[in-house]
Protein backbone atom coordinates (compact mmCIF):
# COMPACT_ATOMS: atom_id res chain seq x y z
CA UNK A 1 0.00 0.00 0.00
CA UNK A 2 0.99 3.42 -0.96
CA UNK A 3 -0.28 6.44 0.21
CA UNK A 4 -0.52 9.82 -2.34
CA UNK A 5 -1.89 13.55 -2.19
CA UNK A 6 -4.15 14.54 -5.12
CA UNK A 7 -4.91 18.17 -5.30
CA UNK A 8 -7.43 20.30 -7.81
CA UNK A 9 -6.23 23.40 -9.37
CA UNK A 10 -8.83 26.00 -10.37
CA UNK A 11 -7.80 25.73 -14.06
CA UNK A 12 -3.68 26.55 -13.43
CA UNK A 13 -2.41 22.79 -12.74
CA UNK A 14 -0.18 22.79 -15.68
CA UNK A 15 1.30 26.06 -14.70
CA UNK A 16 1.82 25.27 -11.48
CA UNK A 17 3.71 21.97 -11.57
CA UNK A 18 5.89 23.70 -14.53
CA UNK A 19 6.72 26.09 -11.53
CA UNK A 20 7.39 23.20 -8.94
CA UNK A 21 9.11 21.40 -12.16
CA UNK A 22 11.50 24.71 -12.24
CA UNK A 23 12.06 25.56 -8.26
CA UNK A 24 11.67 21.84 -6.59
CA UNK A 25 13.08 20.29 -8.74
CA UNK A 26 10.28 18.21 -9.60
CA UNK A 27 10.19 15.26 -11.97
CA UNK A 28 6.78 15.71 -14.08
CA UNK A 29 5.91 12.00 -15.08
CA UNK A 30 3.05 12.44 -16.62
CA UNK A 31 0.50 15.62 -17.91
CA UNK A 32 -3.03 14.59 -19.80
CA UNK A 33 -5.03 16.96 -20.95
CA UNK A 34 -9.00 16.55 -21.18
CA UNK A 35 -8.63 17.25 -24.77
CA UNK A 36 -6.93 13.97 -25.40
CA UNK A 37 -9.55 12.20 -23.42
CA UNK A 38 -11.30 9.05 -25.16
CA UNK A 39 -14.95 10.08 -26.16
CA UNK A 40 -14.70 13.19 -24.45
CA UNK A 41 -18.59 15.24 -25.01
CA UNK A 42 -19.81 18.56 -25.31
CA UNK A 43 -21.53 17.73 -21.77
CA UNK A 44 -18.41 17.15 -19.84
CA UNK A 45 -18.01 19.68 -17.56
CA UNK A 46 -14.62 20.66 -19.15
CA UNK A 47 -16.60 21.33 -22.40
CA UNK A 48 -14.51 23.97 -24.78
CA UNK A 49 -11.46 23.59 -21.83
CA UNK A 50 -9.22 21.46 -23.85
CA UNK A 51 -6.43 22.60 -21.85
CA UNK A 52 -7.77 21.89 -18.43
CA UNK A 53 -5.20 19.32 -16.70
CA UNK A 54 -6.99 15.73 -16.48
CA UNK A 55 -4.41 14.43 -14.61
CA UNK A 56 -0.65 14.69 -13.69
CA UNK A 57 1.65 13.46 -11.77
CA UNK A 58 5.05 14.72 -10.45
CA UNK A 59 7.79 13.51 -8.03
CA UNK A 60 8.65 16.15 -5.50
CA UNK A 61 11.53 15.35 -2.84
CA UNK A 62 10.90 11.76 -3.48
CA UNK A 63 7.03 11.55 -3.26
CA UNK A 64 4.73 11.54 -5.88
CA UNK A 65 2.10 14.29 -5.78
CA UNK A 66 -1.15 13.90 -8.37
CA UNK A 67 -3.51 16.88 -9.32
CA UNK A 68 -5.72 17.82 -12.02
CA UNK A 69 -7.87 20.63 -13.03
CA UNK A 70 -11.44 21.02 -11.51
CA UNK A 71 -14.26 22.32 -13.15
CA UNK A 72 -14.93 26.04 -11.92
CA UNK A 73 -18.29 24.95 -10.48
CA UNK A 74 -16.95 22.36 -8.22
CA UNK A 75 -13.24 23.87 -7.06
CA UNK A 76 -13.14 24.03 -3.57
CA UNK A 77 -9.54 25.67 -2.23
CA UNK A 78 -7.50 23.11 0.00
CA UNK A 79 -8.93 24.87 3.28
CA UNK A 80 -6.31 23.33 6.33
CA UNK A 81 -4.38 20.99 3.76
CA UNK A 82 -0.84 21.58 3.48
CA UNK A 83 1.57 20.14 1.88
CA UNK A 84 4.91 20.05 4.06
CA UNK A 85 8.57 20.34 2.63
CA UNK A 86 11.10 19.26 5.33
CA UNK A 87 14.83 20.65 5.46
CA UNK A 88 18.33 19.46 6.69
CA UNK A 89 19.45 23.33 6.45
CA UNK A 90 17.64 26.75 7.17
CA UNK A 91 19.73 27.75 4.23
CA UNK A 92 17.15 25.69 1.57
CA UNK A 93 14.25 27.17 3.26
CA UNK A 94 15.33 30.60 3.09
CA UNK A 95 16.01 30.02 -0.57
CA UNK A 96 12.64 28.70 -1.42
CA UNK A 97 10.50 30.92 0.88
CA UNK A 98 10.74 33.57 -0.92
CA UNK A 99 9.91 32.23 -4.37
CA UNK A 100 7.18 29.68 -3.52
CA UNK A 101 5.10 32.70 -1.40
CA UNK A 102 5.61 35.16 -4.11
CA UNK A 103 2.13 36.81 -5.46
CA UNK A 104 0.61 34.07 -2.59
CA UNK A 105 -0.90 34.59 1.05
CA UNK A 106 1.22 34.31 3.98
CA UNK A 107 -0.38 32.31 7.03
CA UNK A 108 2.85 32.97 9.15
CA UNK A 109 5.58 33.96 7.66
CA UNK A 110 9.10 32.46 8.16
CA UNK A 111 10.71 32.72 11.11
CA UNK A 112 12.51 30.14 13.98
CA UNK A 113 9.67 29.28 16.55
CA UNK A 114 10.69 26.86 19.72
CA UNK A 115 9.79 23.78 17.33
CA UNK A 116 12.13 24.81 13.91
CA UNK A 117 15.21 26.71 13.20
CA UNK A 118 12.63 28.38 10.59
CA UNK A 119 8.94 27.70 9.69
CA UNK A 120 6.37 29.11 7.12
CA UNK A 121 3.07 28.53 6.41
CA UNK A 122 1.39 30.08 2.97
CA UNK A 123 -1.12 29.55 -0.10
CA UNK A 124 1.10 29.71 -3.16
CA UNK A 125 0.05 31.81 -6.28
CA UNK A 126 -1.55 28.73 -7.34
CA UNK A 127 -3.82 28.19 -4.22
CA UNK A 128 -1.72 25.35 -2.80
CA UNK A 129 -1.15 25.51 0.95
CA UNK A 130 2.38 24.48 1.96
CA UNK A 131 4.29 24.56 5.37
CA UNK A 132 8.42 24.59 4.76
CA UNK A 133 10.13 23.46 7.99
CA UNK A 134 13.54 22.83 9.35
CA UNK A 135 13.06 21.06 12.94
CA UNK A 136 14.56 21.47 15.78
CA UNK A 137 15.44 18.02 17.85
CA UNK A 138 13.41 17.80 20.73
CA UNK A 139 14.33 16.72 23.94
Known amino acids: MQLNTYIN?????????RFYDKH????ITEMAYYKDMPGA?????????DDAV???RAIIGGTELFASDSPADRYAPMG???LTLTFDTSVEVERLYPILSEDGKIIMKLEET???????MFTDQFGVN??????????
Not at 9 to 17: K, S
Not at 24 to 27: E, F, I, K, T
Not at 41 to 49: L, R
Not at 130 to 139: D, G, T
Open 9 to 17: FNGNCAAAF
Open 80 to 82: STF
Open 130 to 139: WMLIHEKKMP
Open 24 to 27: LDAN
Open 54 to 56: LHA
Open 41 to 49: SANSPFAGQ
Open 114 to 120: FFAHRFA
